[in-house]
């Protein structure tokens, strides 16, 4: 079975460009987070989507936006790009079930620098 | 202060010891408690969840939660070169909560 798979795997850029990343969960999971993770910190939350719908957001300023398409695969789209966005993005996804952990299986992640 | 505090180490056993990683945290109504582990260049990936208080043991790791004190930890017996990676304790509020609080990870490094 495929894990959570994202693309790119690393990429490049400016500042004040603009960047796409994108997820595709595990089959038959519905909702997908992304995390950014600082070079020698923990992953720090910024969205949730589940059926197509933003049901969490984290600290992070609006030049962040992200969708979930009918598929359950995702973007996130970082606008005017700051020397400080350089950091590993990871997808997550999970099943939401009525009970149990509802555990969060993470993707490799995007390496994103910025220059 | 962050929400979650964890010493980032980097901590370097030989093979064969007992590793105990910690964090402490503020926020009392976290309720659930995780370790993750993080290989280079990949993503994290889970390897104990536990519920409040209390101890859970998968093999050779033990989760232990301490409300009161605010702290957890994740105990590694017969520690092996393979367990060289960073690992980070995690909390959320509610169960199948999405947002995930991370401390800022330890770097583990299991000398043969």
């Known amino acids: 079975d495929a894990g959570v798979t994202q693309s790119p795997t690393h990429l490049i850029k400016t500042r004040g460009q603009h960047v796409t990343l994108r997820c595709s969960p595990i089959?038959?999971?519905?909702?997908v987070s992304w995390y950014q993770q600082v070079l020698g910190q923990g992953p720090q939350f910024i969205f949730q989507?589940?059926?197509?719908?933003?049901?969490g957001r984290g600290n992070f300023p609006d030049r962040f936006s992200a969708r979930q398409f009918p598929n359950y695969s995702s973007e996130l789209n970082v606008n005017a790009l700051l020397l400080g966005d350089s950091a590993l993005y990871l997808c997550?996804?999970?099943?939401?079930?009525?009970?149990?952990?509802?555990?969060?299986?993470f993707g490799a992640g995007s390496r994103l620098t910025v220059l | 202060q962050k929400e979650v505090e964890q010493d980032p180490g980097p901590l370097s056993v030989p093979e064969g010891a007992i590793v105990s990683l910690n964090c402490t945290y503020s926020n009392s109504a976290f309720q659930y408690f995780m370790w993750y582990r993080q290989y280079s260049r990949k993503g994290p990936e889970l390897l104990m969840y536990?519920?409040?208080?209390g101890n859970k043991e998968d093999g050779r790791f033990t989760a232990q939660v301490d409300k009161s004190s605010k702290y957890i930890s994740l105990f590694i017996r017969d520690s092996q070169p393979s367990d060289s990676a960073t690992y980070l304790c995690a909390m959320s509020l509610l169960q199948g909560a999405q947002k995930l609080v991370f401390g800022q990870g330890t770097r583990l490094t299991i000398n043969p």
């Open positions: 989507y589940y059926e197509k719908e933003e049901r």
């Open positions: 089959s038959g999971h519905k909702s």
């Open positions: 536990t519920y409040s208080s």
């Open positions: 997550a996804s999970s099943l939401i079930t009525n009970s149990g952990a509802n555990v969060l299986t």
